[in-house]
């Protein structure tokens, strides 16, 4: 199982940038890394995904190292609307669904 | 843009009644999943499908039930509902290596 650590909870205040590192020191060579958001009251929901390296979508950034053992998602400028729990993921679902744990998760909270 | 659809949103039951919690998905998925999720607590899974006719138990099986008799539909059946299974329901579909959830069922167990 590719377990995951993440921090219980993060603060930060609108417009600044936030990173969130994921451990996952046994991490798989067909695993993926996939960062889900969850609002109160919702089903989480797709953010990023890597491989390795660095990803940029519209949203975030997911910087990969090249042991792959953490990771880190980056929030631009956050505003209110960011505030929610990130989950990292790690694994492959075509090798072992059952083998995906998600975490407790980061709970994040944007304030004014 | 339905994507994956759970219903009810809200249930009550009594203890020792039986129900099924709805699930459809638009994408054409072979993979599907339920998931709970507790208080304080991540998100744990239940059974899981790789395709029509395949299912297979995950973390927290007991006292529940799935099938699969097509790709699009995967209800989840709680056979005699205990206290214990008040939770939030999460359906989702995914491809090889992303999920997609529903917005979640709410069930409480009197």
């Known amino acids: 199982l590719a377990k995951t650590t993440q921090p219980i909870s993060m603060d930060s205040y609108e417009g600044q940038e936030v990173n969130i590192t994921c451990s996952h020191n046994?991490?798989?060579?067909?695993?993926?890394i996939t960062w889900y958001q969850q609002f109160p009251s919702q089903g989480p929901r797709f953010i990023i995904q890597g491989y390795k390296t660095k990803v940029t979508n519209e949203v975030a950034s997911l910087f990969i190292p090249a042991d792959r053992k953490s990771s880190t998602l980056s929030l631009p400028r956050v505003s209110l609307s960011d505030t929610a729990v990130y989950y990292c993921?790690?694994?492959?679902?075509?090798?072992?669904?059952?083998?995906?744990?998600f975490g407790t998760g980061t709970r994040l909270l944007v304030s004014p | 843009n339905a994507g994956v659809t759970q219903t009810p949103k809200f249930q009550v039951l009594k203890t020792g009644q039986s129900m099924t919690l709805q699930c459809a998905q638009d994408?054409?998925?072979?993979?599907m999943s339920w998931y709970r999720q507790d208080p304080g607590m991540g998100l744990r899974l239940i059974h899981y499908?790789?395709?029509?006719?395949?299912?297979d138990q995950g973390e927290v099986p007991n006292g529940y039930n799935v099938s699969r008799s097509t790709t699009e539909d995967f209800p989840l059946r709680l056979l005699s509902a205990a206290p214990s299974q008040t939770s939030v329901y999460f359906c989702?579909?995914?491809?090889?290596?992303?999920?997609?959830f529903g917005e979640g069922s709410w069930l409480t167990v009197v």
């Open positions: 046994n991490i798989a060579t067909n695993d993926y």
């Open positions: 989702a579909s995914s491809t090889r290596n992303t999920i997609y």
């Open positions: 994408m054409n998925h072979e993979y």
């Open positions: 993921l790690v694994g492959d679902i075509g090798t072992g669904f059952q083998k995906l744990v």
């Open positions: 499908s790789v395709g029509a006719g395949i299912t």
